[in-house]
C-alpha cells in the first residue's frame, strides 16, 4: 500500500510551513488511496520535547490530519539505528571521525559552498576503526546521483561534493537525522516523502545511504518555503506563526485549509474549505515550484 508521512522534529511549534507540508503528504496519500503517517523525529534530545511533540499532534488533528496508525517516536529505535550502523560497518562504510566543531567551522572557505551546506573534506576518511564508541561517518561514493522531485522536476547532484561523507553518529551516542530518517522510512514502507525544500540539497546523500542499507528509494517532493508577505524570508516573531497564532488572528480552521490548499494549487482562490474538498484536487503537476508569501492580513 503507498505510504505518506509527515516527520516534523518536536523542538517547537508547527509553524505555517510546516503545516502546508503535512497538509501536501497527507492529500498526496489520500489522493492515492494510500496511508498516512506521522512520526516524531526526536533524536536529537535537548531540543526535542514531548510536550511540544503532543501539541503538534493535537494542531495537527484540529485541521483534521490525523493517522490511523499509532506514531512512531524516534526517541524509542535506538535499537534499529543501531544495527543499521553495525550493517554499514560490516560493508566497510563507516570510519571514525576526530573533528571538532571548531575544525568544521574554520572550513567555511569551502569554495564548493550551496545553501549554505559545507561539504564535509574528509580529514578523517583513511583513519582505522576504533569501535562503536568514536563519532561515525559514511565513505560516500564519487560521483552524480539523478533523481526526480515531484515538485522541483530531474535533479543531478554529487553528494560527495555536496554534503560530504555525513557523520551518522555522534560520541554522545546521539543518532544523527540522515540516518534515523532513512531507516525510518525503510521500516515503515514510506513510499512518499514531502518536505521543505531547505532538504533538497541533502537528497542524495540519503539516497546513497538507502542503497548501502539496501533500502527502496521513496519518491521525494520538495515544497517551496512560507516567505514574508514582501517574499523576504520570514522573521522570528511571523516565522513562528502557528495554529494558536492564526486563530488568535481571527482565521478560522476552514480559512487556513482554503488558504493552504490554493497555496498548494487545489483551488483557484484562498477561500474557506473543507479538508475533505480538497482531496480529489490535488495533484503534483499543480503544486507551484516556488515559495509562497503570507498573506498580508496574516502577518
Ligand atoms: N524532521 C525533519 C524536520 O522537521 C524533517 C525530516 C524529513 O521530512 O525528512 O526538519
Same mark, same amino acid.
Not at 167 to 196: K, M, N, P, S
Not at 262 to 281: D, I, N
Given at each position: 500500500?503507498?505510504?505518506?508521512?509527515?516527520?516534523?522534529?518536536?523542538?517547537?511549534?508547527?509553524?505555517?510551513?510546516?503545516?502546508?507540508?503535512?497538509?501536501?503528504?497527507?492529500?498526496?496519500?489520500?489522493?492515492?488511496?494510500?496511508?498516512?503517517?506521522?512520526?516524531?523525529?526526536?533524536?536529537?534530545?535537548?531540543?526535542?520535547?514531548?510536550?511540544?511533540?503532543? /501539541? /503538534?499532534?493535537?494542531?495537527?488533528?484540529?485541521?483534521?490530519?490525523?493517522? *490511523?496508525?499509532?506514531?512512531?517516536?524516534?526517541?524509542?529505535?535506538?535499537?534499529?539505528?543501531?544495527?543499521?550502523?553495525?550493517?554499514?560497518?560490516?560493508?566497510?562504510?563507516?570510519?571514525?571521525?576526530?573533528?571538532?566543531?571548531?575544525?568544521?567551522?574554520?572550513?567555511?572557505?569551502?569554495?564548493?559552498?550551496?545553501?549554505?551546506?559545507?561539504?564535509? #573534506?574528509?580529514?578523517?576518511?583513511?583513519? #582505522?576503526?576504533? *569501535? +562503536?564508541?568514536?563519532?561515525?561517518?559514511?565513505?560516500?561514493?564519487?560521483? #552524480?546521483?539523478?533523481?526526480?522531485?515531484?515538485?522541483?522536476?530531474?535533479?543531478?547532484?554529487?553528494?560527495?561534493?555536496?554534503?560530504?561523507?555525513?557523520?551518522? +553518529?555522534?560520541?554522545?551516542?546521539?543518532?544523527?537525522?540522515?540516518?534515523?530518517?532513512?531507516?525510518?522510512?525503510? +521500516?515503515?514502507?514510506?513510499?512518499?516523502?514531502?518536505?521543505?525544500?531547505?532538504?533538497?540539497?541533502?537528497?542524495?546523500?540519503?539516497?546513497?545511504?538507502?542503497?548501502?542499507?539496501?533500502?527502496?528509494?521513496?519518491?521525494?517532493?520538495?515544497?517551496?518555503?512560507?516567505?514574508?508577505?514582501?517574499?523576504?524570508?520570514?522573521?522570528?516573531?511571523?516565522?513562528?506563526?502557528?495554529?494558536?497564532?492564526?486563530?488568535?488572528?481571527?482565521?478560522?480552521?476552514?480559512?487556513?485549509?482554503?488558504?493552504?490548499?490554493?497555496?498548494?494549487?487545489?483551488?483557484?482562490?484562498?477561500?474557506?474549505?473543507?479538508?475533505?474538498?480538497?482531496?480529489?484536487? +490535488?495533484?503534483?503537476?499543480?503544486?507551484?515550484?516556488?515559495?509562497?508569501?503570507?498573506?498580508?492580513?496574516?502577518?
Amino acid at each position: 500500500m503507498t505510504t505518506g508521512r509527515f516527520a516534523p522534529s518536536p523542538t517547537g511549534t508547527l509553524h505555517l510551513g510546516n503545516l502546508r507540508t503535512a497538509l501536501a503528504s497527507w492529500l498526496s496519500a489520500k489522493a492515492r488511496g494510500g496511508r498516512w503517517l506521522i512520526r516524531m523525529e526526536d533524536v536529537d534530545g535537548p531540543r526535542c520535547q514531548r510536550e511540544s511533540g503532543e /501539541q /503538534q499532534l493535537r494542531d495537527l488533528a484540529a485541521l483534521g490530519l490525523e493517522s *490511523g496508525a499509532s506514531v512512531v517516536w524516534q526517541s524509542g529505535r535506538s535499537e534499529a539505528y543501531g544495527t543499521a550502523l553495525q550493517r554499514l560497518h560490516g560493508q566497510d562504510r563507516l570510519y571514525p571521525c576526530h573533528c571538532t566543531r571548531k575544525d568544521l567551522q574554520s572550513l567555511a572557505s569551502a569554495p564548493h559552498e550551496e545553501e549554505g551546506l559545507r561539504p564535509y #573534506p574528509g580529514h578523517c576518511r583513511t583513519r #582505522p576503526w576504533e *569501535g +562503536f564508541e568514536a563519532a561515525l561517518r559514511l565513505r560516500l561514493p564519487e560521483g #552524480p546521483l539523478d533523481w526526480v522531485d515531484l515538485c522541483l522536476g530531474s535533479q543531478s547532484d554529487n553528494p560527495a561534493g555536496l554534503t560530504g561523507d555525513p557523520l551518522l +553518529f555522534r560520541r554522545d551516542g546521539c543518532i544523527a537525522y540522515h540516518l534515523a530518517v532513512v531507516v525510518d522510512d525503510g +521500516f515503515q514502507g514510506v513510499d512518499e516523502v514531502v518536505r521543505g525544500a531547505d532538504l533538497r540539497s541533502v537528497t542524495a546523500t540519503q539516497i546513497r545511504l538507502q542503497e548501502a542499507l539496501g533500502l527502496p528509494r521513496p519518491a521525494y517532493a520538495h515544497l517551496g518555503l512560507v516567505t514574508a508577505p514582501d517574499g523576504t524570508r520570514l522573521g522570528k516573531r511571523a516565522g513562528a506563526l502557528g495554529l494558536a497564532a492564526l486563530q488568535q488572528r481571527g482565521i478560522s480552521t476552514e480559512e487556513l485549509i482554503g488558504w493552504l490548499g490554493w497555496s498548494l494549487g487545489c483551488l483557484e482562490r484562498p477561500e474557506p474549505c473543507a479538508l475533505q474538498e480538497l482531496v480529489p484536487r +490535488f495533484g503534483w503537476m499543480k503544486v507551484p515550484r516556488g515559495n509562497v508569501a503570507l498573506p498580508e492580513t496574516w502577518a
